[in-house]
């Protein structure tokens, strides 16, 4: 059991952040809470220590440079949970009142970096990007979704949503300016975007969520440029599948990187003929997946 340990003075806090935390970690990970620099350097020897977060309030200048020191000796990352939204930013600092799902996955990099060291990096063919477009506009989100899960033996899974999501999917809660987000880092940091992505990509359930509401200018801001560096982004940060859910418009710039594109709805009907008239024009008629029904990703 790898053992993720909460330094804070502020007792209610830490009676909240504990669970939040543990239910948002990996069920190899446990959580324990220490009110005290004190009280924790009694029992850390008896545990494998895989993280330390503490509050400036637990203990004394001494204590708190004596804990830094000891867990750089582990080499066990240690975070100082801070008041300063703005500090977040900053090396080695997490904001503390931030959700606990947004916590872990800043928390675990260094661990996932040091256990998968010597993987072999990922190719581009290693990362598979499949796009669905739904002819009358409605349930490609359920679908993406279900495609998504399907993928569960790819490692990493992401689904881009670029349309509102739907209330009828209950586990699909990605926040409302993720999309506006993404295209911010994007431009912010290039192929680095996923090293700063903790608020716009979200668990639901085995995958990660970039979605929620968008507008228009979302969709043109992302540029050629753009795109390539979110593909780079995800293959660095380890992801081995995409799903874009392009609700009933096939934008090239996303089209384009798909290795297959699932279409629901009607063969028969002209949007069908049309979509599939334009794929050929683009040379991307053999990516072309007809769906029969929402429920068929499984």
Not at 6 to 26: F, G, K, S
Request: with cysteine; charged share 25%.
């Amino acid at each position: 059991m790898k053992t993720i340990a909460i330094l804070c003075e502020d007792r209610t806090y830490l009676e909240r952040l504990v669970p939040a935390m543990q239910r948002a970690l990996p069920a190899e990970y446990s959580v324990e809470g220490y009110a005290s620099a004190e009280e924790f350097g009694k029992r850390e020897g008896s545990r494998p220590i895989k993280a330390v977060l503490y509050t400036s309030g637990i203990g004394t200048a001494e204590e708190i440079s004596s804990l830094r020191e000891r867990m750089a000796g582990r080499r066990v990352p240690v975070w100082n949970l801070t008041e300063d939204p703005a500090l977040s930013e900053t090396e080695g600092m997490l904001f503390r009142y931030q959700p606990a799902d947004r916590m872990v996955p800043v928390i675990l990099r260094p661990q996932e970096a040091e256990e998968h060291g010597n993987a072999v990096p990922k190719t581009l063919s290693e990362c598979r990007c499949y796009g669905v477009v739904a002819l009358s506009g409605e349930n490609s989100t359920a679908y993406a979704m279900a495609l998504a899960k399907s993928q569960g033996g790819r490692t990493g899974t992401v689904v881009l949503c670029l349309s509102p999501w739907p209330e009828s999917c209950k586990e699909w809660k990605p926040g409302e300016n993720d999309v506006s987000e993404l295209t911010y880092l994007l431009k912010e940091h290039g192929a680095e975007w996923y090293r700063k992505a903790v608020c716009c990509m979200r668990d639901a359930g085995p995958v990660k969520v970039i979605g929620g509401y968008t507008r228009l200018s979302d969709f043109l801001q992302i540029t050629e440029k753009d795109a390539d560096a979110f593909f780079e982004g995800l293959k660095a940060g380890g992801y081995g599948c995409l799903v874009v859910d392009l609700a009933g418009i096939p934008l090239p710039v996303w089209a384009e990187r798909c290795d297959e594109i699932h279409v629901l709805g009607s063969v028969t009907g002209e949007r069908f003929r049309s979509l599939e008239r334009i794929l050929r024009e683009e040379g991307m008629a053999d990516r072309l997946r007809r769906v029969v029904s929402a429920e068929a990703a499984g």
